[in-house]
């Protein structure tokens, strides 16, 4: 087209209008913005952090809770994060991080401006969102740090340009290790964790410092989308990624082809671990933060620093011992599923069945559930050999849960009251109560109780005891009966907790009088009362796990109390000692030391030949062991205790209610089901020199003064002066309240008659 003078006259004044209407637009949009830019700065859209803010940051950060060995066991967070210096991160690390996200990170300022037109040319222009991002790392720290606010329809233009004047004041504020670090420990990885060091732990189970060049363009690639890119979740995502990451590399010369061609082909392999879930000490996490937060509330009570437990970071050291831990989980591992089998088979059976519904038909209607027993829900359901979500029918989800078995296991120093092993159930995502805690029917191992308040009156152990059967008018004539529905003769004292005997228990309870033993019962620190009732020597009361190991770390440590405790000591990040559990000098004494080198001497007898031999002749355990079961009515509950001057270990086993239980002691009794517990935990400690050395001590010889105490037989017929004495004694016997005076009386008479 060929323009003549005149449309060229029309045209160039045209051109020079647009022109100069652009110049005015993008003046107007310059000035626009340099406006915009500075109410950002002066905080009108909220105020900028100033240098002083920089210096001052810290990081939320977890507080690790470690084992008596020093391994981590778990973190209580507000943010999943620890915090790690430069020097622990290595250079392959750094070299990923700079190669994928900011190529010219050690040449900018903050803002890469190369980055920043490319992504407004091609990005926001002409909306080609494979340009990249334009985002320095200075810039995502900023983002980290303090965060993005919504201002509406101009949220992105507020937070970049706030991003780009903190980038500015960081990079004048922190050097450039500085800022990586910075970084490195801010950012998110997805699943509650941030920071390199916990992504590291998460997902390779090692520290940071040991990542391998392919661990760390893992890690790397996750930055782009954190759940996309999520080893465990999209492995195949995580595997493209890092080759991303690793090419990255080989481009800005971190590699060589040949690194990068060899590192490409590896396979993916994660050691993925949640310190939070599945963890070796779930249940005693729990008594951890509790502990730890009243002494954190005690500590800020008194101190002008304000400690957070979730977020300062600060180093719990636990008494528990890691290993010990472990050896009681496999025991668990070990014996309770075949346990669990047996229990369900019972329950299969045309009569268990029976039983089953009629529990079940009780449990529905008492819970107003009974209309919905068919309704469908969706259950994660615990089994031994792998757990799984399933949709069940509600009656279904009931029975599964009324004939699951569930155990406790707790092992304490008896000197400090230091908790050594803590398992407070078989699962704790589904089943979150804590065996430890409950308070169930104790049996016999309420036994060394009432021979210890004996004692303690001046009971000698070859004192003897009744062991006929008797009956008691006013108590619709209940009498007791002995395990193996034995009676006749006597029991010496010593001879009668041996062998666990309930009518010679009965006939000293009926001696000693509730008084007594419930002074002491209160002195050991069961928080339930006690009943007085005929049947209490025989073991109705009630107590927890937890309870039972303080009451014989008494007889363990010479006669003191003790308080089960489960923290060390409490360190802030920088290693200052803010807590330390002393054990106090001055301890309260509950029983006399002669009355506890008693009860250890008849439980020690108890382990070699009364109900606790199969610790020795069937598991093969030899450590120095005093020891007690139990089996309350119908084998609801089945328990275990046993003790040496170092260590109290308690174990409880039985469905959640007393209406399921084994039919037969062959596999409800606490020989048959508490028991292989412990045992099975301490052949593992007996395989360990350095271990048992450390929990196990041999039992002291008695003293003179006791040496004999137990030299009597267990059980002898009676002799001319017993059958005398049970003239006066009557097969039926008067109620209870009457009958300790009673027999008081003639016990006294005929110990003056006959000298006895």
């Not at 169930?440 to 303690?456: D, T």
Request: proline content about 4%; glycine content about 6%.
């Amino acid at each position: 087209m060929i323009l003549t003078e005149k449309s060229k006259g029309k045209i160039i004044p045209a051109l020079k209008k647009v022109g100069a209407i652009t110049l005015k637009i993008v003046f107007s949009f310059v000035v626009l913005g340099i406006i915009f830019i500075i109410l950002v700065s002066a905080g009108v859209f909220g105020r900028l952090q100033t240098q002083s803010d920089l210096l001052n940051f810290r990081n939320a950060e977890a507080t690790i809770v470690l084992s008596e060995e020093g391994e981590v066991i778990g973190r209580f967070f507000y943010e999943n994060r620890t915090n790690i210096s430069y020097r622990q991160m290595p250079p392959h690390l750094i070299n990923a991080l700079i190669a994928t996200e900011d190529a010219r990170f050690p040449e900018h300022k903050g803002l890469d401006y190369r980055s920043f037109f490319r992504v407004l040319i091609k990005s926001v222009i002409f909306s080609n969102r494979s340009s990249g991002g334009g985002s320095t790392i200075t810039q995502q720290l900023a983002k980290n740090m303090f965060g993005r606010r919504d201002f509406g329809f101009v949220t992105l233009p507020v937070n970049k340009t706030k991003e780009v004047i903190l980038a500015r004041r960081i990079e004048k504020t922190f050097t450039k290790e500085e800022i990586l670090t910075l970084y490195l420990n801010t950012v998110s990885f997805g699943e509650n964790v941030y920071g390199i060091e916990a992504a590291s732990e998460r997902f390779f189970n090692k520290k940071a410092e040991d990542l391998n060049i392919e661990e760390s363009a893992v890690l790397t690639g996750m930055l782009k989308a954190n759940t996309y890119y999520n080893p465990r979740l999209n492995p195949e995502n995580a595997k493209i990624r890092r080759n991303v990451v690793l090419r990255q590399m080989q481009k800005y010369n971190y590699l060589t082809a040949a690194q990068a061609d060899s590192l490409c082909n590896t396979r993916l392999i994660t050691n993925y671990r949640n310190y939070n879930s599945g963890g070796p000490a779930d249940y005693f996490l729990v008594q951890v933060k509790n502990e730890a937060e009243k002494i954190i509330n005690d500590i800020n009570s008194v101190t002008e620093k304000q400690w957070d437990l979730e977020k300062d970071g600060l180093i719990i050291s636990t008494t528990l011992n890691l290993s010990l831990q472990k050896y009681a989980l496999d025991a668990y591992r070990s014996h309770l599923p075949g346990m669990q089998k047996k229990l369900r088979d019972q329950y299969s059976s045309s009569s268990g069945k029976r039983q089953l519904n009629e529990i079940a038909n009780r449990e529905l209607t008492r819970s107003g559930l009974s209309g919905r027993k068919d309704a469908m829900k969706e259950q994660y359901i615990f089994d031994w050999k792998g757990s799984y979500n399933d949709s069940i029918t509600v009656r279904d989800s009931l029975v599964n849960a009324l004939t699951l078995l569930h155990a406790g296991f707790l092992a304490l120093d008896p000197s400090t009251g230091a908790v050594k092993a803590w398992v407070g159930g078989i699962d704790f995502t589904t089943q979150p109560y804590d065996q430890v805690l409950a308070r169930r029917q104790l049996a016999s191992v309420f036994k060394p109780i009432l021979y210890a308040a004996a004692l303690e009156e001046g009971y000698e152990p070859c004192h003897y005891l009744d062991n006929d059967s008797v009956s008691l008018s006013g108590f619709n004539d209940w009498s007791p009966e002995n395990y193996d529905h034995s009676y006749g003769g006597k029991y010496s004292l010593a001879g009668a907790l041996v062998h666990s005997m309930n009518i010679p228990s009965f006939s000293l309870f009926l001696e000693l009088g509730f008084g007594k033993v419930d002074t002491l019962w209160k002195k050991l620190g069961f928080s339930f009362s006690l009943d007085n009732t005929p049947s209490l020597p025989l073991g109705t009361a009630e107590a927890s796990i937890m309870e039972v190991a303080a009451a014989y770390a008494s007889f363990a440590n010479g006669g003191y109390r003790v308080y089960p405790v489960c923290i060390q000591s409490i360190k802030a990040p920088g290693g200052q000692i803010i807590y330390l559990n002393e054990t106090s000098t001055v301890k309260e004494r509950v029983i006399s030391e002669k009355t506890s080198i008693l009860i250890s001497a008849i439980l020690q007898k108890a382990a070699r030949e009364g109900t606790g031999t199969p610790v020795k002749t069937v598991y093969g355990v030899n450590l120095p062991l005093a020891g007690k079961t139990g089996t309350s009515q119908n084998y609801a509950d089945a328990w275990f205790a046993a003790f040496n001057p170092k260590l109290v270990i308690v174990s409880r086993a039985g469905a959640s209610t007393p209406a399921i239980h084994f039919n037969n002691g062959s596999y409800g009794s606490g020989s048959s089901l508490a028991l292989p517990l412990v045992a099975l935990t301490l052949r593992k400690v007996q395989a360990s020199p350095v271990l048992s050395e450390k929990l196990f001590a041999p039992y002291p010889d008695l003293p003179p003064e006791l040496q004999g105490a137990l030299d009597c037989p267990d059980f002898r017929e009676k002799n001319l002066f017993d059958r005398i004495f049970d003239i006066f004694e009557k097969e039926k016997i008067v109620p209870r309240r009457d009958a300790d005076k009673a027999r008081r009386k003639r016990r006294a008479f005929f110990e003056r008659l006959f000298k006895r």
